[in-house]
């Protein structure tokens, strides 16, 4: 009977080997989407009006898998857009003038009211896919963030961060989930 029992043992081991190897990819292949999806919401808001002056904020989406509160990969728009143009304005600096911005646009200006570290939105994601640390003790976390000191100003005054929502709306499309109501 012991020699059962092992043989047993070992066949859900490997079982459940398979099902977390399957799930992994699935989650995996679910960061890709929600980064391109809160890539592409972000620039159908800049088609009605948003502006990204240098790039920034869009290439500070990072989307996170986390296998037992570790880090294990990470989806960020800076490998899906073009590259930021010049690191983050910062309120100290005073007026920036461009003689042509990350959306195409010559001689703009702009005052920025948020002070930063003045590093690119890109060191910014990857500093968080990094040091991040879920809360719980779940098997898989996903993160979606963006991570500029600015992120949250910008969605408070313009309303062009809904990622909640639409992370939402993407994983009920992607795991093919019924539509609550």
Known sequence: MPA??????????????QIESEIEKRCRDFCAELCKAAVDFR?????VGAHNFTGNLINSIVVVLYRQGKPIH??????????????KMTASHGRYIFFRDYDGVEHTR?????????????????????????????????LVA?????????GENTGILTTYAHAQHVGIEFLGLPKAG
């Not at 990470?74 to 690191?87: G, L």
């Not at 879920?134 to 976390?141: H, L, V």
């Open 146 to 154: 963006y991570t500029t000191e600015y992120a949250e100003y910008v």
């Open 43 to 47: 620039l159908k808001k800049a088609a």
């Open 74 to 87: 990470a989806s960020y728009a800076n490998d899906i857009m073009p590259k930021a143009i010049q690191f």
């Open 110 to 142: 702009y005052v920025p009211e948020i002070e930063t570290n003045e590093f690119f939105g890109l060191d910014d994601a990857m500093y968080v896919a990094q040091n991040y640390k879920p809360a719980g003790r779940n098997m898989f976390d996903i």
């Open 4 to 17: 059962t029992k092992t043989l047993v043992d070992n066949a859900f081991k490997e079982y459940r080997k």
